[in-house]
């Protein structure tokens, strides 16, 4: 099986993935880094660990879908089974989404439904939650939506920042993400609607 990892940003649960893969947590290729952004940190991390790098930007494209064709191509043309979206910025079109059609996870740093979108971690601890999350979950056309996976709550402490929330979710981030790429690969991850049932 070949995988391929979007991201955008730090890419620490690009190195998790990676170092889990090395670990034998599950047999897979990390094929690919899909990448939006040239100064990301990512990036190192992927030259590091000798994972080829398709560096993309919406910008050089007039459309979504012309750049949505771009990047299905060349996951076609590498033989990639599986899109792991790992703090990818940019939104997948529906071309995109409708031929990974339940081939593509993501994480996000909440408990699904609440609080969507970029800044989830901040907005939970603004709304005064006292248990926040983790979400690893399939990507369907609406944006932190498709069937939930796997969850993992996260306590918010009293005199958490920012900053220190993200820590402790981040770590349970880097447990998670490969586990569920080993369900996923061990064919256990059964979907019924949007109900995700682990077998
Ligand atoms: C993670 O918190 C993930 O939940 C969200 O983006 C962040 C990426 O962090 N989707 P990193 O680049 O893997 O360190």
Redesign the pocket.
């Known amino acids: 099986m070949n995988i391929a990892i979007f ?1 955008s ?6 190195s998790a993935i990676v170092k889990a893969r090395k670990a034998g947590k599950f047999r897979a290729n990390i094929s690919l880094l899909v990448c939006d952004n040239p100064n990301a940190a ?1 990036i190192n991390k992927a030259k590091k660990y000798g994972v080829k790098i398709f560096l993309i930007q919406e910008k050089e494209f007039s459309g979504k879908t012309g750049f949505d064709n771009v990047v299905l191509k060349r996951l076609l043309q590498d033989k990639i089974d599986l899109v792991v979206m ?2 990818y910025m940019r939104v997948l079109g529906s071309v995109f989404v409708k031929a990974f059609k339940n081939r593509i996870l ?4 909440t408990l699904l439904p609440a609080f969507k979108g970029a800044h989830g971690i901040e907005d939970a601890l603004k709304y005064g939650v006292k248990v926040t999350g ?1 979400t690893v979950h399939f990507v369907d056309e609406k944006v932190d939506h498709g069937p939930i996976i796997l969850q993992q709550a996260v306590e918010v402490k009293k005199q958490d920042t920012p900053e220190s929330l993200a820590r402790r ?2 770590k349970i ?1 880097h447990q998670l993400y490969p586990e569920v790429i080993r369900l996923f690969i061990k064919g256990k991850l059964e979907i019924k609607g949007r109900v995700v049932f682990v077998t």
């Open positions: 991201a940003g730090q890419g620490s649960n690009f990512v790992a703090g993501n994480i996000h740093p983790v979710i981040h981030e």
